[in-house]
């Protein structure tokens, strides 16, 4: 959410930055209403403020004016109609607090000045891992390696659940664990995350503070559970950051680094008929996510330091990769700065998105509260969030499978996964 006084201070500067995004008509009318409805709430403010001291001194008046056993009628009368106006003044602030915080909720974060301009096509590589290795034979498409290793079933998935619901079997099923333990492990044990198991559903709180309600919602992307007013979790970015929604944080317990094994639940309402084939975009998928509380004059660091994090897991899987400063029209709603790791697959012949690292700065904190102290008796001030994929699986089961791929149909396991697999190669049962 953005600081309706910076909205105030310098509306141009907001709309201008909020005009990189691409939106500017939706954005500018918005800022508009904004500003309008700051004027009143201020003017009524100051009318309220001046009619409840004018109630007090009048009320003193009143006491004087009985002690010295003097009507005091028409002062009465007088507060009749200031309370009247007060109430009347009470209720029209609810209503303009209630829609300026809904607009505020609507309007996304203000993108970096460094990111550049433009949508998808103007994303800049800043730097790539690895050479894509060279094939004496041609290789083949994750789906057919898959299903003929058995791996996993999309047609099993899709009888019990529909499309993009995939089922992982025999050493498929381990895959899965295996990168998940060993993500888990290097956080945990490498990178100083401490590990969490959140729940997998959150409240609509939950999701309005990390901006995921209203527009995620809206867009029909999210599964909702209305009869208990809940949410599958899209990420576990969502409890994660929540952790600390409403709290005051001690200055020295920053940095705060969590990670945490979650599946995610997206309906992708946007994305009918696109990369439909194996595990490109499927409903539900595993990831492993890192979340970071932050003061504001670390946040900047810490976003390398987090996109480093993500980038050693495929470092360590010796997977070719990419990564992107994303450009202001292509960046999520609740960022201010995103880097995208991008792994080579060959049978596919694409870069595939493995993790989004993303500074949100102070936007979702001031959607849900999370401030702390910089020192002791100075004000609270919001902390800033990051989150990162590190990293999620169907597309990095994707690179793995591909990359790794012999002629004899055969797929080569990297070392450093081969203590929790079991096994050097993954072969035909």
């Known amino acids: ?47 309220g403020d001046g009619l409840k001291a004018r109630r007090n001194a009048v009320s003193q008046e009143v006491g004087e004016r009985k002690r010295r056993r003097e009507s005091a009628d028409e002062l009465i009368a007088e507060m009749a109609q200031v309370n009247a106006r007060i109430k009347e003044i ?49 290789p083949r498409p994750h789906w057919e390696i898959g299903a003929e290793l ?7 998935g899709a ?21 998940i333990n060993f993500f888990l492990d290097l956080h945990t044990r490498e990178h100083g995350y401490t590990e969490v198991e959140p729940p997998f559903v959150v409240t609509r709180q939950s999701m309005e503070g990390t901006g995921q309600y209203p527009r995620f919602v809206e867009d029909g992307d999210a599964y909702a559970l209305p009869e208990d007013g809940l949410y599958l979790i899209p990420t576990s970015e969502v409890p994660l950051t929540n952790l600390h929604r409403d709290a005051l944080l001690e200055a ?35 990831k492993v996510e890192l979340v970071r509380f932050e003061r504001p004059e670390d946040s900047d660091a810490a976003l390398e330091a987090l996109t480093g994090h993500a980038e ?19 960046i999520g709603f609740s960022a201010a ?18 993790s989004s690292a993303t500074n949100t700065r102070d936007f ?35 690179a793995l499978l591909e990359n790794g791929q012999q002629p004899d149909g055969s797929v080569v396991v990297p070392e450093p996964l081969r203590p929790y697999l079991g096994t050097d190669r993954l072969v035909r049962p």
């Open 252 to 286: 020295e317990r920053l940095p705060i680094a969590y990670t945490a094994y979650s599946p995610c639940f997206r309906r992708e309402a946007g994305s009918a008929g696109k990369d439909t084939r194996g595990l490109l975009r499927v409903h539900q998928f595993d």
């Open 159 to 179: 009888r019990v659940a529909g499309s993009g619901f995939p089922v992982y079997t025999g050493m498929g099923a381990r895959l899965q664990r295996a990168l």
């Open 312 to 330: 050693r897991v495929l470092q360590l899987l010796g997977l070719p990769y990419r990564v992107l400063l994303l450009a202001s029209g292509d």
């Open 364 to 398: 979702q904190a001031r959607r849900a509260g999370i401030r702390y102290r910089p020192e002791a008796g100075a004000k609270p001030e919001y902390v800033h969030t990051l989150n990162a994929s590190g990293v999620a699986l169907p597309r990095t089961v994707v």
């Open 150 to 156: 058995g791996l996993f079933d999309l047609a099993a």
């Open 1 to 47: 959410m953005l600081d309706v006084k910076l909205v105030r201070q310098d509306p141009g500067g907001v709309r201008a930055r909020l005009a990189a995004r691409g939106a500017a008509a939706e954005t500018d009318a918005a800022v508009d209403r904004v500003l309008a409805l700051d004027a009143e709430r201020r003017a009524l403010v100051a009318e």
């Open 337 to 354: 700065k995103t880097y995208d790791l991008e792994v080579w697959a060959p049978g596919v012949d694409r870069w595939l998105e493995v």
């Open 90 to 138: 009470d209720a029209r602030l609810r209503q303009v607090e209630g829609e300026s915080d809904d607009l505020l909720l609507r309007i996304p974060n203000l993108t970096d000045p460094s990111l550049p301009p433009g949508g998808e096509e103007s994303n800049a590589v800043v730097r790539t891992w690895g050479e894509p290795r060279g094939f004496d034979f041609q």
